[in-house]
């Protein structure tokens, strides 16, 4: 099935740090998602974005789906170390009612 | 609200055991389904459902049976476990419309076949 290739598989990070990591695929994408799971839970909605060069915010953090609708990313601004977690994105193809998931990106936040 | 619940939180199972993962949603979400989560392999989607008497396979559906006779519950039935099927499982659901895809996820069914 489709794949999402998101990066960095892990990154490690400040306290007060700025955090980017994308998502791509070869395939053209009609809506993205980007969650967030903590330790021991479910992954939890963060941004949804549904038109190619959507900027949305929620918070410290900001989404975008890329213009070639073949991408997404999300920034984390002055990170705090209660987003320690794995982060996810996600994106559904025309015509289909599944959503494909990434592998994750997991982020430390160093205090 | 509850929100989405599965339960049990943990389950052992030996090779050949059957068993079903409850899930059960409390805000009329039409859709449903479920996720199994591997190590370094992110959520793939095993089963979903738009709606009660509607089912259908997602990317990893071998192995799995679904069956979604209330707008609530959408159990997931493991017919003869393989050690292959130990893994955390997700139930999530979505209303209908363009929010459809902006999933509610349960806190998991962590499961081990020995």
């Known amino acids: 099935g489709q794949q999402l290739n998101q990066s960095p598989q892990s990154m490690f990070i400040q306290e007060g740090e700025d955090v980017s990591m994308n998502c791509t695929s070869s395939?053209?994408?009609?809506?993205w998602l980007w969650y967030k799971q903590d330790p021991g839970e479910g992954p939890v909605l963060l941004i949804a974005l549904y038109k190619a060069g959507e900027l949305t915010s929620n918070g410290r953090l900001t989404a975008q789906f890329g213009i070639t609708r073949k991408d997404s990313f999300l920034n984390i601004s002055a990170s705090i170390p209660s987003d320690v977690g794995i982060y996810f994105c996600?994106?559904?193809?025309?015509?289909?009612?599944?959503?494909?998931f990434g592998k994750g990106t997991k982020l430390t936040v160093n205090p | 609200n509850a929100g989405v619940t599965q339960t049990p939180k943990f389950q052992v199972l030996k090779t050949g055991q059957s068993m079903t993962l409850q899930c059960a949603q409390d805000m009329n979400h039409e859709y449903m389904s479920w996720y199994r989560q591997d190590p370094g392999m992110g959520l793939r989607l095993i089963h979903y459902s738009v709606g009660a008497g509607i089912t259908d396979q997602g990317e990893v559906p071998n192995g799995y049976n679904v069956s979604r006779s209330t707008t609530e519950d959408f159990p997931l039935r493991l017919l003869s476990a393989a050690p292959s099927q130990t893994s955390v499982y997700f139930c999530?659901?979505?209303?209908?419309?363009?929010?459809?895809?902006?999933?509610?996820f349960g806190p998991g069914t962590r499961l081990t076949v020995t």
């Open positions: 996600a994106g559904r193809q025309g015509g289909s009612e599944k959503l494909v």
């Open positions: 395939s053209i994408f009609n809506t």
């Open positions: 999530a659901s979505s209303t209908s419309g363009t929010s459809v895809y902006e999933q509610y």
